[in-house]
T-cell receptor
Framework: NAGVTQTPKFQVLKTGQSMTLQCAQD?????MYWYRQDPGMGLRLIYY???????DKGEVPNGYNVSRLNKREFSLRLESAAPSQTSVYFC?????????????FGDGTRLSIL | GNSVTQMEGPVTLSEEAFLTINCTYT??????LFWYVQYPGEGLQLLLK?????DKGSNKGFEATYRKETTSFHLEKGSVQVSDSAVYFC??????????FGKGTTLSVSS
C-alpha cells in the first residue's frame, strides 16, 4: 500500500526560484494537509484542504500557495523561494469523522534554499 | 488556544530501561490525543491514540493514558530497545481540524 506519496524527496533551490511539491494519497481521504518541520519547532501547519475544491490557511501560510487538484492530489508551491523556507515538508491525509481520525504522513521532502 | 507541551530531550537510556515522555495539553472541549514516532529520515507514523478520558492507547509495548483531570497523555514503555531510538511527538486533534503537535522528544537508546 502506497499511502501518501511525496515528490521529490530532496531538492536544492536558489533564492528566488520557484517550485511545486507534489503529494498524492490513495486512501480515498477527503482531508489533506501540508506541514513544515524545523528543528525544535515540531510540525507547523501551512495549509490544509478539508475536501476537494477547498483550501484554508494554517499557522504559517506566508510564501506558499496550494492547489487541491482532485481528491487524490494536493500540491504546495513556493513562488519565490527564500532561505527561511529551508525545511522538511510533510504532506498528510485523514478521514473525515471528527477528531478521532489519525493523519497519515508521507516520507517528506527535504528542501534547501541557498 | 489549543496547544501541546512535551518534555524536552534528548532522552538517553540504556537498553531495557523504563521510558516516560511527559505530554500535557491545553484544549477546549474533548480533543483526541495521539503519539507519533519519527525514525531517522522517515515520515511520522501513528504509534497510539486515545479519544476520550481514561482511554489507554497501546502499541508495540508503548502505552499512554488520557488523563483529563491532569490534562496529560504521558508515553511509557517498560523496557526500551535500541530500535526504539527515534523522535516522539505528542499531538491533539479537536473536531475536524489539523493536528497540533508538541515540539518532539528525541530518544536515544544504547546497548
Amino acid at each position: 500500500n502506497a499511502g501518501v506519496t511525496q515528490t521529490p524527496k530532496f531538492q536544492v533551490l536558489k533564492t528566488g526560484q520557484s517550485m511545486t511539491l507534489q503529494c498524492a494519497q490513495d486512501m480515498n481521504h477527503n482531508s489533506m494537509y501540508w506541514y513544515r518541520q524545523d528543528p525544535g519547532m515540531g510540525l507547523r501547519l501551512i495549509y490544509y484542504s478539508a475536501s476537494e475544491g477547498t483550501t484554508d490557511k494554517g499557522e504559517v501560510p506566508n510564501g506558499y500557495n496550494v492547489s487541491r487538484l482532485n481528491k487524490r492530489e494536493f500540491s504546495l508551491r513556493l513562488e519565490s523561494a527564500a532561505p527561511s523556507q529551508t525545511s522538511v515538508y510533510f504532506c498528510a491525509s485523514s478521514e473525515e469523522g471528527g477528531s478521532n481520525q489519525p493523519q497519515h504522513f508521507g516520507d517528506g521532502t527535504r528542501l534547501s534554499i541557498l | 488556544g489549543n496547544s501541546v507541551t512535551q518534555m524536552e530531550g534528548p532522552v538517553t537510556l540504556s537498553e531495557e530501561a523504563f521510558l516516560t515522555i511527559n505530554c500535557t495539553y491545553t484544549a477546549t472541549g474533548y480533543p483526541s490525543l495521539f503519539w507519533y514516532v519519527q525514525y531517522p529520515g522517515e515520515g511520522l507514523q501513528l504509534l497510539l491514540k486515545a479519544t476520550k478520558a481514561d482511554d489507554k492507547g497501546s502499541n508495540k509495548g508503548f502505552e499512554a493514558t488520557y488523563r483529563k483531570e491532569t490534562t496529560s497523555f504521558h508515553l511509557e514503555k517498560g523496557s526500551v530497545q535500541v530500535s526504539d531510538s527515534a523522535v516522539y511527538f505528542c499531538a491533539l486533534r479537536r473536531g475536524g481540524t489539523a493536528l497540533i503537535f508538541g515540539k518532539g522528544t528525541t530518544l536515544s537508546v544504547s546497548s
